[in-house]
């Protein structure tokens, strides 16, 4: 059968293709992946494998979250830093009348100012920056786990649409041979001539069915390529085994008690940690800061110096922060409003997609155990048959016609299971194969 490929499909899981400590950390250069050569694109025939790290290595959209990091953290260094010192100087007794004319009397103050902030904003201030760089690398996480997803989901559709073109391809060639058996026949006048004829459509049908597949796999092919970058597929084919890996996944209750694991989800404790500490800041922005002024006094008339003090501290009559505080409370609710929202749609998310994921398999394996060797049976007898003058033509083409639409199906049956199980490993952070073990 088309599915028995010599060559079998990489691991459709997350985790069994990264570790999961590579998705800790964003690669220390970002812009390494723009600068990447092009000999680091796969060509030829691709597993799996080479997709993904491709798309690791090459993927744009990963280049600018470890930016953004990198952007969080020096964001997070100047928050913790203190306020500039402020230097001032200031003439006074001067340009007015009599002996004030000139600068005779002038008196000439050089100040030294520094604001002093309380209530602990500074540290407060860089909380805050601290969990927004946090909250990037959770967006980064998630970030990767989208192009690992994304990647696979396209590898198994061109792989699939593989499978249908030498599909396709089979049963052209299998309507050449049925075109010259026929022919044979009517010259032979053992059959009527509309016989050749009904065996030329089929063949062209065929012949267009292989057309359309094979433009259908040069999509796919850019699709593909285009998860590492690329505007033009170097590789030619795809090396793997639909039929692998096919088996019923843990109880729904056990994946679901993985959701938290997801980096979407596990992100809101750090969402939440964030807007708290933005409540901390705000509250603590009511508390005036002093500024302290000290400085040296030189008066022209005489030579004389001397020390000048000075303390400031803003009142807080018109512009208390409470708006401010309000707002940074209303933020606070609504981040746990979003975080429950995000588990209840993750979850049933996961249901949905396990229901899809269970009723592929269960068709797969139908198809596979009982309804395609009967089909092949059906088709082998008919033709048989047909050889010995037992059967029409129309009869083999019905029984043709059947047994490549269930290998279709079968197909249809696999796609639909390795993309339901791939959403699944995106959606729980790890792959089946884990089932819902901790490890």
């Not at 000999?39 to 993927?59: F, K, Q, T, Y």
């Not at 100040?111 to 602990?120: D, F």
């Not at 092949?376 to 083409?397: E, K």
Request: charged share 25%; glycine share 4%.
């Amino acid at each position: 059968m088309i599915l028995s490929l010599p060559l079998r499909l990489c691991a459709i899981s997350l985790a069994l293709i990264l570790p999961t400590s590579a998705l800790a950390d964003p690669p220390t250069d970002p812009g390494a992946a723009k600068s990447a050569p092009p000999s680091d694109e796969p060509s030829g025939e691709i597993r799996l494998r080479d997709a993904v790290a491709a798309a690791l290595l090459l993927n744009p959209s990963l280049a600018a979250f470890s930016w953004e990091i990198r952007a969080k953290e020096s964001r997070a260094i100047q928050a913790g830093l203190r306020p500039n010192p402020t230097i001032s100087v200031e003439l006074e007794n001067i340009a007015g009348r009599g002996q004030r004319s000139s600068f005779g009397q002038a008196e000439t103050t050089i100040w030294l100012s520094q604001l002093v902030e309380v209530a602990g904003k500074r540290r407060n201030r860089r909380f805050v920056a601290e969990l927004q760089r946090d909250l990037s690398q959770w967006d980064y996480n998630s970030n990767r786990l989208d192009v690992l997803s994304t990647t696979t989901k396209a590898f198994v559709a061109a792989l699939v649409t593989q499978n249908r073109l030498a599909l396709a391809k089979e049963l052209e060639t299998l309507a050449q041979v049925s075109l010259k058996t026929v022919a044979r026949q009517v010259a032979a006048g053992a059959v009527p001539a509309v016989e050749r004829t009904r065996a030329e459509v089929a063949l062209l049908t065929a012949e267009l069915e292989r057309q359309r597949v094979e433009r259908q796999f040069a999509a796919d092919r850019i699709t593909l390529a285009a998860t590492w970058g690329s505007k033009s597929p170097q590789f030619s084919a795809l090396h793997g085994n639909l039929s692998e890996q096919l088996a019923l996944p843990p109880p729904l209750v056990e994946l679901d008690d993985l959701i938290p694991d997801n980096p979407d989800i596990a992100r809101w404790d750090t969402a939440l940690a964030a807007s708290e500490a933005a409540v901390s800041l705000e509250r603590s922005r009511q508390v005036p800061n002093p500024t302290v002024n000290a400085g040296a006094r030189h008066f022209n008339d005489n030579g004389d110096k001397a020390f000048v003090v000075g303390f400031s501290v803003p009142l807080p009559i018109f512009n208390r922060n409470h708006a401010r505080v309000e707002a940074a409370t209303r933020d606070l609710a609504k981040a746990r409003a979003q975080k429950s929202a995000a588990e209840i749609s993750s979850r049933a998310r996961l249901a949905r997609r396990y229901q899809d994921l269970t009723s592929a398999f269960e068709q797969a394996e139908t198809l596979r155990a009982r309804t395609l060797p009967a089909a092949n049976r059906a088709f082998a007898g008919t033709r048989d048959g047909y050889d010995n003058g037992l059967f029409r033509y129309l009869d083999v083409l019905d029984a043709q016609r059947t047994l490549f639409e269930l290998r279709a199906r079968e197909l249809q049956a696999l796609s639909a299971y390795h993309q339901a199980r791939t959403d699944i490993e995106r959606m729980i952070g790890r792959p089946l194969s884990d089932g819902g073990t901790n490890s």
